[in-house]
């Protein structure tokens, strides 16, 4: 058994970067296999959360190759004795930190805003998809701990929230200098979280988010879903905050209600304040975003080739920037202006090649044509990465650019539960936004073959 793990890790050491597999994978044990299933012991709960969301397409597929099973799932066993052996390995901050690495601002450090200083209300563009979350924002951001307590904004990725939050810090620092802000992610308050715990370090973890904290931002809650021990902290922090006046504003990819597997306290306390929504912005949004923009590039963009270029790209306000930023990367590499030609010339690939609605099927096929697989098995429950990929793919495009619901979606790609796709679409969200290249070429290959 020892062998035959340590066979599959060695395949996985070369699939993985050496910090990532350190942190997450050398750890792990192989308990044994039974029929189809294969026990891992591990130090704790979270590194099961972890290891299931990011590598146990991989694992499996190592273990299968190993033993040649057609079939593995994978059953978990928490050892606290093996937390001992998880030894601190060095880690950026700007990466996600391990839950052993000691979080680069925890009490002791200096701790600054963490504000994006190049998200203010003086860039932001408003219009009708998102005024009502803008005018919320200012408010929280000019009366912090007043009438929008707590905030609550969600909407679809790309589509300004982490901007909003950060404008707010910024405006509630310019009235008060010495407030103490807290901006960070849902993510990194459960590392730090888990952190605390394991290194007997919460009173301080508990210190810092409760009291020595004035305003507390927290981006894409949506991270905490099914995770039981960090709602309940985040729930007594939020309390503690709120009885005392102190404004909170939190993020979120959906609608309080529909954010899965998170504690109905929660959902009610964030249902108390105000909630705001923010949508895909319309076409005028969309020019006077990229006119802002190419001001503050300093990129000279015609009205014109905005207009052309809103247009075409629709999806979100990230995608419409990266759209900008790379034809003025053309154009200076080919010493050209940016004009109508130029931009025609850019973005011909994606013009859509006809007027016919694209459905589901239509996603699908080009899916499996770009991976080369059957639609057969994207339909089927294999797991497999190289059938999961593609899935996951098709199911994040069919949403994305169709807003099919998730339920329908899941009957759409032969009868899996709406969380599937859920977590299909968040997967393949966040690849993107980590810049991974497999994700980004194939999303990019298959709009071209689509004509979006
Ligand atoms: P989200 O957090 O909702 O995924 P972000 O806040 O990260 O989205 O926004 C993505 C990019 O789009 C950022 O660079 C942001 O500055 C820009 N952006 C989004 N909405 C606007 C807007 N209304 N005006 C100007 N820039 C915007
Ligand atoms: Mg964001």
């Known amino acids: 058994m020892t062998e035959l793990w340590e066979r599959a890790l060695s395949d996985l050491r070369s699939r993985l970067s050496t910090e990532n597999f350190q942190t997450w994978l050398a750890p792990v044990q192989c308990v044994g296999i039974e029929k189809d299933t294969v026990t891992l012991r591990i130090p704790n709960r979270f590194f099961q959360d972890w290891i299931s969301a990011h590598y146990i397409d991989l694992i499996l597929d190592s273990l299968k190759r190993e033993t040649k099973q057609e079939k593995l799932t994978v059953s978990w066993e928490i050892d606290e004795e093996l937390q001992e052996r998880v030894s601190p390995t060095p880690t950026e901050p700007e990466r996600l930190p391990a839950p052993q690495v000691r979080p680069a601002s925890l009490p002791g450090g200096r701790h600054a805003a963490d504000l994006n200083p190049k998200y203010s209300f003086d860039n932001f563009v408003v219009g009708p998809s998102n005024q009502l979350a803008h005018a919320a924002s200012v408010a929280a951001g000019s009366d912090p701990g007043k009438r929008y307590n707590p905030l609550f904004i969600y909407?679809?990725?790309?589509?300004?929230?982490?901007?909003?939050?950060?404008?707010?810090?910024?405006?509630?620092?310019?009235?008060?200098?010495?407030?103490?802000?807290?901006?960070?992610?849902?993510?990194?308050?459960?590392?730090?979280?888990?952190?605390?715990?394991?290194?007997?370090?919460?009173?301080?973890?508990?210190?810092?988010?409760?009291?020595?904290?004035?305003?507390?931002?927290?981006?894409?809650?949506?991270?905490?879903?099914?995770?039981?021990?960090?709602?309940?902290?985040?729930?007594?922090?939020?309390?503690?905050?709120?009885?005392?006046?102190?404004?909170?504003?939190?993020?979120?990819?959906?609608?309080?209600?529909?954010?899965?597997?998170?504690?109905?306290?929660?959902?009610?306390?964030?249902?108390?304040?105000?909630?705001?929504?923010?949508?895909?912005?319309?076409?005028?949004?969309?020019?006077?975003?990229?006119?802002?923009?190419?001001?503050?590039?300093?990129?000279?963009?015609?009205?014109?080739?905005?207009?052309?270029?809103?247009?075409?790209?629709?999806?979100?306000?990230?995608?419409?920037?990266?759209?900008?930023?790379?034809?003025?990367?053309?154009?200076?590499?080919?010493?050209?202006?940016?004009?109508?030609?130029?931009?025609?010339?850019?973005?011909?690939?994606?013009?859509?090649?006809?007027?016919?609605?694209?459905?589901?099927?239509?996603?699908?096929?080009?899916?499996?044509?770009?991976?080369?697989?059957?639609?057969?098995?994207?339909?089927?429950?294999?797991?497999?990465?190289?059938?999961?990929?593609?899935?996951?793919?098709?199911?994040?495009?069919?949403?994305?650019?169709?807003?099919?619901?998730?339920p329908e979606l899941g009957d759409r790609f032969g009868g899996k539960d709406h969380t599937t796709v859920i977590n299909a679409v968040r997967k393949i969200t966040g690849m993107i936004e980590k810049d991974d290249e497999q994700t980004l070429s194939a999303i990019a290959a298959v709009e071209r073959k689509l004509g979006f």
């Open 155 to 406: 909407g679809g990725v790309g589509l300004g929230k982490t901007h909003l939050v950060n404008a707010i810090g910024h405006r509630i620092l310019c009235d008060k200098p010495d407030a103490r802000i807290l901006y960070l992610s849902a993510e990194r308050f459960t590392n730090e979280f888990i952190w605390s715990l394991q290194n007997h370090r919460i009173t301080d973890f508990r210190g810092r988010y409760r009291e020595r904290c004035d305003v507390l931002l927290m981006d894409d809650i949506q991270f905490l879903a099914g995770r039981e021990q960090t709602q309940e902290e985040f729930f007594h922090t939020f309390n503690a905050l709120y009885h005392s006046d102190r404004q909170i504003v939190v993020t979120s990819d959906a609608y309080p209600q529909q954010i899965t597997e998170m504690e109905e306290r929660l959902i009610s306390r964030f249902q108390s304040g105000m909630v705001a929504d923010i949508q895909a912005p319309e076409l005028d949004t969309r020019v006077a975003i990229l006119l802002r923009k190419a001001e503050q590039e300093g990129i000279a963009l015609e009205t014109e080739v905005a207009n052309f270029l809103a247009q075409v790209v629709k999806s979100n306000v990230r995608e419409l920037e990266g759209t900008l930023l790379r034809l003025a990367v053309k154009a200076e590499l080919l010493n050209r202006p940016i004009d109508l030609e130029l931009a025609k010339e850019t973005l011909r690939a994606v013009l859509p090649a006809t007027d016919r609605a694209t459905t589901v099927e239509d996603i699908q096929r080009a899916v499996c044509d770009y991976f080369g697989i059957r639609i057969a098995d994207l339909k089927s429950h294999r797991r497999h990465r190289a059938v999961s990929f593609p899935r996951m793919v098709a199911m994040f495009l069919a949403r994305q650019r169709l807003g099919t619901s998730y």
